[in-house]
């Protein structure tokens, strides 16, 4: 069975940093993607953050340069990192991951941790 455990997350004010993790196993499969999305109470989920088969990084508009993201392939660990965050950050974040090959697509990530909860006060 594949689990996605995420770990930080928190409370911070607004110009703040906060570091995630996600650690992902029971999988089988040969490449995969994973990604950081987030949701707002009221708002569509949106990806904020991922790196491909290739471990090439992608960000979206929102979030580009303020957040990074990397992965240790040894540990099966994501580690985005939130820097200048700003209280439209706030929401509940998600990792997620997806079998398959370079860039995957939104819709194609259909396994998921249970959300850490990121609040920025300003």
């Known amino acids: 069975e594949v689990q996605l455990v995420e770990s930080g997350g928190g409370s911070v004010q607004a110009g703040g940093s906060l570091s995630l993790s996600c650690v992902v196993s029971?999988?089988?499969?040969?490449?995969?993607?994973m990604a950081w999305f987030r949701q707002a109470p009221g708002k569509e989920r949106e990806r904020v953050a991922d790196?491909?088969?290739?471990?090439?990084?992608g960000y979206s508009d929102s979030v580009k340069g303020r957040f990074t993201i990397s992965k240790d392939n040894a540990k099966n660990t994501l580690y985005p990192k939130m820097n200048s965050l700003k209280p439209e950050d706030s929401a509940m974040y998600y990792c997620?991951?997806?079998?398959?090959?370079?860039?995957?697509?939104?819709?194609?990530?259909?396994?998921w941790g249970q959300g850490t909860q990121v609040t920025v006060s300003s």
């Open positions: 029971g999988y089988i499969w040969i490449s995969f993607c």
């Open positions: 790196i491909d088969s290739d471990g090439r990084p």
């Open positions: 997620a991951a997806a079998p398959g090959y370079g860039r995957c697509k939104p819709y194609e990530y259909n396994y």
